[in-house]
């Protein structure tokens, strides 16, 4: 929560009001703000989606207008959502499926705060993210290689979205075979994701992961 302490202080919120402050705290979470404690409202983004974590940051100025029909205050100018990519290589042994490691060496954009203290990729609760995970890798024909990301309570664990296997296929010119693994899903409390290939013979292969929060 934000606390402004206006003078001359305001008596009554009226729709149009504007005000401009600095942040004294980065935003975990959805956020309300109290203007001489007159009472405590949301911050909304312009579509009228409660905030996420560090869309609003320490020391940052922000801007904020009150719609006295939807009774909350709309956020003019937050921080662009959280979002990374990252790439690199693994090797693989038949029939073991290897986990990606993220690593931080080869990510790019500004993560927010996307993963945790362990470098698991574990969005803020409540939010909405965009997943695109690819990878290939070179088998000999006959074999087959696949991908899938698995978003359990525990890393690695129960599988949500699904963690079925996206089969890429066959690989006859050995110029490398590639697969997909594309989803949208909310974020559960204390979820964090995972991403693995698997092969039935030993490779190595190039993966890359892109993520955003999208609300």
């Not at 001359?8 to 705290?25: E, L």
């Amino acid at each position: 929560a934000y606390v402004l302490a206006l003078s001359p202080a305001i008596t009554a919120y009226a729709s149009g009001q504007t005000f401009r402050f600095k942040a004294n705290h980065t935003s975990d979470g959805a956020v309300t703000i109290n203007v001489n404690s007159v009472g405590a409202k949301q911050i909304r983004n312009v579509h009228g989606v409660q905030l996420v974590a560090r869309e609003i940051i320490a020391n940052g100025i922000y801007e904020i207008v009150y719609d006295a029909t939807l009774d909350y205050f709309v956020l003019n100018n937050g921080t662009r959502p959280a979002a990374f990519y990252e790439s690199g290589s693994l090797s693989i042994s038949a029939n073991v499926a290897a986990t990606v490691p993220f690593t931080s060496t080869n990510r790019v954009y500004d993560d927010h705060g996307l993963f945790n203290s362990s470098n698991q990729l574990a969005p803020p609760t409540g939010s909405l993210i965009q997943v695109v995970f690819n990878f290939v890798a070179v088998v000999t024909s006959g074999n087959t290689v696949s991908g899938r990301s698995q978003g359990g309570a525990a890393y690695g664990g129960s599988a949500n979205p699904p963690a079925a296997w996206n089969v890429a296929g066959a690989d006859p010119d050995g110029n490398g075979t590639q697969g997909v693994v594309h989803y949208v899903t909310p974020v559960a409390s204390g979820q964090v994701f995972d991403f693995q290939v698997l092969s039935n013979q030993n490779t190595t292969a190039s993966w890359s992961v892109y993520a955003e929060v999208i609300r």
